[in-house]
């Protein structure tokens, strides 16, 4: 049965592929992909077990992993045709990526960037160059891989993250990168972007206490997870990290019986124009680049070409100033208690000198429902705000 006909009994709404390929029916049938809301049970799978630190193979919800190299198979597997940075972690890790994006790009190479979520539409998840898809390219592509997969009743169907990265595989061989840098979903080992099986370097932003509904309980199963994207034969590097987080990713590099290093935060950045606190997600970015740039027999990043690279930067909605006549906006997409706690350091830091003639400040802060506000009510305290927004919202 052709994609143009296949109707799996969940795929609600989805729009009649022989009456348009449009850009607007890409993304409806996408949207018809999306979950509700995450899972909050234990799934059951065939996959492969492995003891996590308590002893508790746990993944709540159907690990996305599964039905990948299927789908791949029936793409003519382009994953492995990529050269692939891969980049997972609690805080920092878009950043990150878009900052390895930004140093490799300026070396010349061709790139490709999969990043999520998006901040205002979906082909923002897919950059070629770091500009996202143009909506026709979008659609194009969307289309080839979701006619390519041939759906029918005896394939499962994927899903929205599942759709997207697969499509990125195919952007990016089509669109002949010379490098692709991923960033996880969310967690690493069952994520539905490790199915690269060596890459060119893996690594591993700072890991706090994220997901814990899918991931947890403790931060040594979340590093557990995060820490399934090291692979045998691939360099591993890391951000400075709690004790007990260094212990489980050095042991799980072990298990691929190779090591993992960590990057200390460089203190040359000031000419970067960076904030402090994206100052160590760019030394992780250096160290990275360099990695890629050694076995693509380029030279490493000089200092002329980071401070270049980042005053050329831009990330919109990670620690962003926007000055504006009626005031001056301070964004930052935080959404767990690390992020949280940074974002609120970032702000107490810049908004001093930005803002020294204001007479107010206001706090909007969008609370998930299934999440107590008294974190953020706690951190809001530390500096002053005149006024303080709650918006309930659940995704």
Known sequence: MSAGNAANSDEVGAVDMSSSRSFKAALAILQSRARSQRPKHLGKSPLPTAA????????????????????????????????????????????????????????GLKTGLYTSPHLVVQTERIRINFEPLQEDKFAKYFFEVYEGLGLSEEVTSPRYLQLLALMSFHVFVKEEVDVAIYE??????????????????????????????????????????KAGIIKAGAPALSAPQPEEVVKVLQDRAAEKETSVEFVQPRHDLGETGLPDLQQQNCSLAIAISDCVLVQRRLAALSRQDIVAAMNQFRWPGRFQIIPRSDGTWFLDGAHN????????????????????????????????????????EEIARSYPASSAAYHPYDI
């Open 52 to 107: 996590l630190p308590n002893g508790e193979p746990q993944f709540t919800g159907k690990p996305p992993i599964q039905g990948m190299e299927e789908w791949l198979n029936l793409l003519g597997r382009p994953h492995g045709r990529l050269p692939i940075v891969h980049i997972a972690g609690t805080k920092g890790k878009g950043s990150t990526a878009a900052m390895v994006e930004s140093f490799l790009r300026h070396k």
């Open 337 to 376: 208690d690390l992020s949280i706690e940074r974002s609120a350091e970032w702000f107490s830091e810049v908004s001093k000198a930005e803002t020294r003639d204001s007479t107010s400040s206001y706090l909007l802060a969008p609370i998930r429902l299934s999440r107590r506000r008294g974190h953020v």
């Open 184 to 225: 996880t979903h969310h967690g690493g080992q069952y994520d539905a972007t490790n199915v690269i099986g060596r890459p060119l370097v893996s690594a591993i932003t700072p890991i706090g206490m994220d997901h814990i509904a899918q991931l947890g309980p403790s931060i040594e199963n979340i590093a557990w997870h």
